[in-house]
């Protein structure tokens, strides 16, 4: 089935097979890591981690995407799909019961990038590590070094409470549709 990506929530799709493998090994899914998943799109990397993980938990703000996903990812037990923006959605609250913390994976768009970040940030004694892909540009910026010309609040505010690193960079042809940036 093909779906438009909407441009309004930033979507572009990661459709490189490769890449989508090197992400999981980079993720280092341990059977028993609880994942959530921002922005699950159509379920490629979910269908992965599915695979690895004990519990995914697909965050998916696009309801023409939710139908796509429970039909793509029905074989999976351990996947729950949730039809919620993760800016207006409580960890603290949804998670209440959890026993262990969360590794949170997404793509996700330039524009709500810092948004969601500082809410992930919230939610910290919930989380333990945070894998997200994002523009190259914004990576540089969230890593940068003092005195370096990318460093700025954003990344006295993101190595205040974490440890941000680049692991590698992907191409933008590996997105559907293709960014105009890597």
Do not use: W
């Not at 039909?71 to 729950?80: I, R």
């Not at 969230?142 to 992907?170: D, H, M, R, W």
């Amino acid at each position: 089935m093909h779906i438009k990506p909407k441009k309004s929530l930033g979507q572009n799709f990661l459709v490189d097979k490769n890449i989508q493998k090197k992400i999981i090994v980079y993720l280092e899914i341990k059977p028993d890591d609880i994942i959530l998943e921002i922005g699950a799109g159509r379920g490629e990397l979910t269908n992965l981690i599915a695979k690895e993980a004990e519990k995914v938990y697909a965050l998916e703000i696009d309801n023409s995407l939710c139908g796509i996903l429970k039909e793509n990812l029905k074989s999976y037990s351990n996947v729950e799909i949730i039809n919620r923006d993760i800016l207006k959605f409580n960890l603290r609250a949804y998670f209440r019961n959890l026993k262990q913390n969360l590794k949170v994976f997404g793509n996700i768009p330039y524009y709500i990038s810092s948004p969601i970040i500082e809410h992930l940030f919230n939610y910290r004694n919930k989380i333990e590590s945070i894998f997200i892909t994002v523009q190259k540009e914004f990576a540089k910026r969230v890593t940068a070094i003092p005195g370096s010309k990318e460093y700025g609040s954003l990344s006295c505010f993101v190595q205040y409470y974490a440890k941000p690193k680049i692991i590698f960079n992907i191409k933008k042809a590996s997105f559907f549709p293709v960014p105009k940036v890597d």
